[in-house]
């Protein structure tokens, strides 16, 4: 798809100066060239904080001492890597988000008043049953471990 097919971002109902942005489409590469605006047009909406959801990925580097190379050889702050699921690596493959783009982006916020949250929706290996889990079918191993 090209940027002038994808639906306009919108943001949902708000409640107290909560809101989401649904971006139906739009890729991090369109969000760095366009999402000052986004960020601009969603706080002349009243909206204050926002919702961000990412993936264990996002800290990737974290789990170096698990495997230097597959999760170390990058640089957290510059680089987007393809990481596997520790648990389920041949099932499952993440992408890393560097660091530097994580905190320009809250920045934007920042000079926009918004505050963010970030949700972190799949942890390695699936934190619970579903398809937003990032192992789904398998059945999730994060909270299996150490359990007792």
Known sequence: LH?????????????RGVG????PGR?????????????????????????VPITWAAFADALRPLDEKTFGSHNPDTDIAIVPDPWYPNLALFATVP???????????????????FDVHAFPGGSSDGTYNGVW????AFWMQNSS
């Open 3 to 15: 940027s002038q097919d994808m639906p306009p971002p919108r943001a949902l109902p708000m409640q």
């Open 20 to 23: 989401t942005l649904l971006v």
């Open 27 to 51: 890729s991090r590469t369109q969000f760095e060239n366009e999402g000052s605006q986004d960020i601009k047009d969603v706080a002349s909406l009243g909206i204050r904080r926002v919702r």
């Open 99 to 117: 660091r530097n783009w994580v905190k320009e982006f809250l920045e934007r916020c920042a000079d926009h008043g918004l505050q963010v949250l």
């Open 137 to 140: 079918p398998s059945p999730p």
